[in-house]
C-alpha cells in the first residue's frame, strides 16, 4: 500500500517532537501500508517492535479468559503503539488493529533504544506519551467506580466527538467503525445498556446513529452532559 501521512493529534507522541527529531525516527524505520481489519499486534505475542502511527486509526482490545473482549484505546496520527513491551520486554497486553487504511513506522526495539539514547527529546516524548496514557487509565477507573454505564458511555461519546470527530454540515462525525458490542466493552457495560443509552440520545436529538457510524447533532449538550458526569464523579 502507498504510504501516506496526516498531521499528528494533539497531544501524541510525535506532536511533542521537533522536524529533526521526527527524521531521526524515519530514518531509523520502515514506512509500511496496512489495510482496514488488519491485527497489527496479537495479544499475548512477544515484543520485537513498535508502529507510530502515520495516518488512519487503531483499536487495542484485550480479552479475558472468559472471552470478554475490552476496547482499551483508539490510537490515531502522531501515536506510538506497542511501546509498553519493547520497553520492559513483556508479552503484548492488547491486540492492535487497524480501524482505517493505516500508514505507519515500524521501528525495531533495538533501533527505537537506540534513537532515546542518542537523543534526550526523543525519550522525554515517549515518557511523557506514557505518562498520558497512565493518566487516561486511572480517570477510567476512578469512572468505572463512580458511575453507572449509562453516563459513561456519554462520557465515552463526548471524548471520541472532541479527539476523533470531524465537522460536517449534519455535526460532529465520529467516522470511527465501531460496534455497539465494542463501545459497551470500553466502558463495561452490556451491549443492551449501550443500545438504550443510545437510543435515549437519539430520542433527545443529540446524536444521529448509522451503521458503524455516529453523529453528535447537539455537541453542547453532549459536552453539558459529560461535564455533569465528571462533576458527579468528582464529587463522590
Aim: with cysteine.
Amino acid at each position: 500500500m502507498r504510504v501516506t501521512t496526516e498531521e499528528p493529534v494533539e497531544g501524541s507522541f510525535l506532536a511533542q517532537l521537533r522536524p529533526s527529531e521526527r527524521e531521526a525516527l524515519r530514518a531509523a524505520g520502515t514506512e509500511r501500508g496496512y489495510r482496514t481489519g488488519t491485527v497489527l499486534f496479537h495479544q499475548g505475542d512477544p515484543s520485537r517492535h513498535v508502529l507510530i502511527l502515520l495516518s488512519g486509526w487503531v483499536k487495542a482490545a484485550a480479552s479475558s479468559r472468559q472471552g470478554w473482549e475490552a476496547l482499551l484505546a483508539i490510537r490515531g496520527a502522531g501515536d506510538i503503539v506497542g511501546e509498553l513491551s519493547a520497553l520492559d520486554g513483556q508479552p503484548r497486553l492488547a491486540t492492535v488493529t487497524t480501524l482505517a487504511p493505516v500508514s505507519a513506522l515500524l521501528l525495531s526495539n533495538d533501533r527505537l533504544d537506540a534513537c532515546m539514547a542518542e537523543n534526550w527529546t526523543i525519550a522525554a516524548a515517549l515518557l511523557r506519551h506514557l505518562a498520558g496514557n497512565l493518566r487516561e487509565s486511572d480517570r477510567r477507573r476512578i469512572q468505572f467506580g463512580g458511575s453507572n454505564g449509562d453516563t459513561r458511555l456519554i462520557v465515552l461519546l463526548h471524548e471520541l466527538s472532541v479527539r476523533h470527530g470531524r465537522p460536517t454540515d449534519e455535526g460532529v462525525l465520529v467516522d470511527l467503525p465501531l460496534s455497539q458490542r465494542e463501545l459497551a466493552a470500553s466502558v463495561g457495560v452490556s451491549r443492551e445498556v449501550a443500545a438504550r443509552t443510545l437510543r435515549l440520545l437519539r430520542t433527545r436529538s443529540i446524536i444521529v446513529t448509522r451503521r458503524r457510524q455516529i453523529v453528535v447533532v447537539r455537541p453542547d449538550l453532549l459536552k453539558s452532559l459529560a461535564g455533569s458526569v465528571s462533576m458527579s464523579t468528582d464529587r463522590g
